[in-house]
């Protein structure tokens, strides 16, 4: 391993305090004070909801952290950097929120529809716990997301259809990481699944937004959820038939994936126990060789 991997490791598995995201915390719990004073519908809803959706993330990132209220523990350096990034951006919403409670139809610093931003990329061999973390974060954005738009009867179909999304990114990504979340993925399978944990956030987002304000995403792009783009599934024009097909495509694909990452740990396991038995057959050579001298 060259020095410049073994940096990138070591950034990816550094363990930072989590005092300096308490007050950021706080700040994102401002959200639920505000769920009962915002009406179900418009965009003083939207603009909550997408808080909500940053702050939920979050709060699952530093999850660990904060579990004993009298010890404040530590989390992955990427964990951190990537619930403070979300949590900054809760404010500025929560404001807009009220704004629109007290004075509807005013100009806003923040227009709707919200695009996701402050993205920060899982390095390669990052923290199992961050991964673990990250897992937890998309589930729970998806089952709020559900919670809003999943027992709407009319008039949520494209809020339905992104929702839609938000679940198969999800489940592709548990699918992907599955039982192997305490081994490392190869770079290209990690990066794969840091996509589809992001895509199903922006997709939460967009779908709980196009619930609250019917048409706010019309004729956008649905890749421009995300900041900058990204590699996000395709399907949102499909039919019902053509999206099932999609999905089982994709799990064949993620299926292969994860048979060749099997394989390729099980063969530089092999290597290492060769390695290791080499060095101590070496080493037992040695000790008898001295020994006769």
């Known amino acids: 391993m060259s020095l410049f991997d073994g940096v990138r490791r070591l950034f990816g598995a550094h363990q930072v305090s989590a005092a300096h995201l308490a007050g950021y915390r706080r700040v994102g719990a401002q959200v639920l004070d505000l769920q009962d004073r915002v009406p179900p519908r418009g965009p003083a809803r939207a603009y909550l909801v997408a808080a909500r959706c940053l702050q939920l993330f979050a709060d699952k990132l530093v999850e660990d952290a904060f579990a004993d209220p009298a010890h404040l523990g530590t989390l992955p350096e990427v964990s951190a950097a990537q619930a403070e990034a979300l949590y900054r951006q809760v404010p500025d919403l929560v404001t807009a929120a009220r704004q629109e409670v007290l004075a509807p139809g005013g100009t806003r610093d923040v227009p709707l529809p919200i695009v996701l931003a402050g993205r920060v990329r899982t390095p390669e061999a990052a923290a199992v716990s961050h991964l673990r ?11 709020f997301a ?54 199903t956030l922006a997709y939460a987002m967009g779908s709980l937004q196009e619930q609250a304000v019917p048409g706010v995403l019309a004729g956008m792009d649905l890749d421009a959820l995300i900041e900058g783009g990204s590699r996000t599934p395709r399907t949102q024009n499909l039919s019902g038939l053509e ?43 040695h000790h008898h060789h001295d020994d006769w001298w």
């Open 243 to 285: 999206r099932t097909m999609a999905a089982e495509n994709r799990r064949e694909m993620l299926e292969a994936e994860r048979e060749r990452a099997q394989r390729q740990w099980r063969r530089e396991g092999e290597e290492f126990r060769r390695h290791e038995d080499e060095e101590h057959h070496e080493h037992h050579h």
């Open 133 to 143: 973390a990250m897992l937890r974060a998309a589930q729970a954005v998806t089952e």
């Open 146 to 199: 559900e919670g809003e738009v999943g027992g709407a009867e009319t008039g949520a179909g494209q809020a339905k259809a992104l929702l839609a999304e938000a679940q198969t990114n999800r489940d592709s990504a548990t699918y992907l990481v599955g039982g192997l979340v305490d081994a490392s993925l190869p770079p290209e399978s990690l990066a794969q699944a840091d996509d589809y944990v992001w895509a």
